[in-house]
């Protein structure tokens, strides 16, 4: 067992876990909510709506905020609160953005040429933009008079500055980890709980330490490695989606999940109707890391784009540049129906990803509390 140095535990003490988490209240009392059950912040994949569909259940409704202008994430938080007094988590990302690269970018265009020439696309006419822009001053300024009670952050933490003000109002923390070397640097760096984010995990990887994918390990190896190694509560995330992965997780020292893909397919969700075909086919049953959508890793139902490129392909520009030069293609297949060139995110366990309401979803899983 290694060290243990969260929650009064000094480094060298060798205190189990159940005595860490025995100083605090349970997770769910801490973020006030009636069940240790999250929904996963999707961006692109739903709104307010979804969010306050699993408060209203029981379990933390979460609003994805990174591509979100500060208006339109105020009218989103307005709307969540007009529906439910439940307390919320609003997501952002902690990227570094990259500098322009022009040469890098000249050579993602080529490689996407043959495509655009297909549906007759101009690729020259592509706008230059990242996208997504992390958590910053601008964001913080936007967020504060909003006091959420939980605000959780991918790609790591913000700069010690904007996470003291974030802490001020009196928000929990949290934050995504992929290794025990993420989740030990996120308790070290001001964490109030930790993500355990598996390979098995739909969407992007939250790896912010190493960008190299074969670290990365499965939820049900990492988690009791995490409990071992730190003290903050933990949540599980990734190949979640019954009553039986909750109580796995818990067995393994969770202190709650995180679940996303099994609400994917949910009348609140906003994703297209390509999207859940393929999330209710067999398609779904083959997923892979990719980078080519957006510039990091990020787990989706295989498409054509992924099959012709490689799914992780050097080429890909660095986060999140890459998604400008996809938007056309995208649009183009979609219209005549097709998903080959759109980021058809989904874990590796869409087994239970159905079209029932998300409070449906969220009493099967609380059935494994």
């Known amino acids: 067992m290694s060290t243990c140095r969260g929650r009064g535990g000094q480094a060298g003490s060798r205190i189990p876990p159940e005595s860490v988490m025995s100083q605090s209240p349970a997770l769910h009392q801490r973020l006030g909510i009636a069940l240790p059950i999250l929904q996963a912040p999707m961006a692109g994949a739903q709104g307010s709506a ?40 609003v997501n952002f990302f902690c990227h570094v953005p990259p500098e322009p690269d022009p040469a890098a970018q000249a050579r993602w265009h080529a490689a996407l040429a043959p495509f655009f020439a297909e549906f007759g696309l101009d690729i020259d006419a592509v706008p230059e933009g990242p996208g997504r822009r992390p958590f910053d001053r601008e964001t913080c300024d936007a967020l504060e008079p909003l006091r959420p009670e939980v605000v959780s952050f991918h790609f790591g933490l913000p700069e010690a500055a904007l996470l003291e003000r974030v802490k001020a109002w009196g928000a929990t923390v949290l934050a995504s980890a992929t290794t025990v070397a993420e989740a030990e640097w996120l308790e070290a760096r001001g964490a109030d709980a930790v993500i355990v984010q598996g390979l098995e995990a739909g969407g992007h990887r939250g790896m912010f330490l190493d960008g ?60 297209s109707a390509i999207h859940r075909r393929a999330l209710q086919s067999e398609a779904a049953r083959h997923t892979a890391l990719t980078n080519l959508y957006s510039g990091r890793p990020a ?71």
Do not use: H, K, Y
Request: charged share 15%; hydrophobic share 55%.
């Open 212 to 271: 190299e994918v074969t670290t990365q390990v499965g939820t049900f190896a990492l988690l009791p490695q995490v409990r071992e190694a730190i003290g903050l509560p933990l949540i599980a995330a990734g190949g979640i989606a019954d009553a039986r992965g909750v109580a796995a997780a818990r067995a393994l020292g969770a202190d709650g999940v995180q679940v996303g893909t099994a609400l994917l397919c949910c009348p609140e969700a906003t994703i």
């Open 299 to 369: 787990r989706g139902i295989v498409t054509r784009l992924m099959r012709e490129l490689g799914p992780m392909a050097e080429v890909a520009p660095a986060f999140p540049l890459a998604t400008a030069a996809i938007a056309p293609l995208r649009t183009a297949a979609e219209a005549s129906g097709s998903g080959d060139f759109s980021p058809l995110w989904a874990g590796q366990n869409a087994s239970r990803c159905r079209e029932v309401s998300a409070a449906e979803v969220i009493e099967s899983l609380a059935a494994g509390l």
């Open 50 to 89: 979804l969010a306050i569909a699993v408060a209203r259940a029981g379990g933390l409704g979460a609003l994805p905020c990174a591509m979100l202008s500060p208006e339109a994430m105020a009218e989103e938080f307005a709307a969540f609160r007009a529906a439910t007094p439940a307390p919320l988590n």
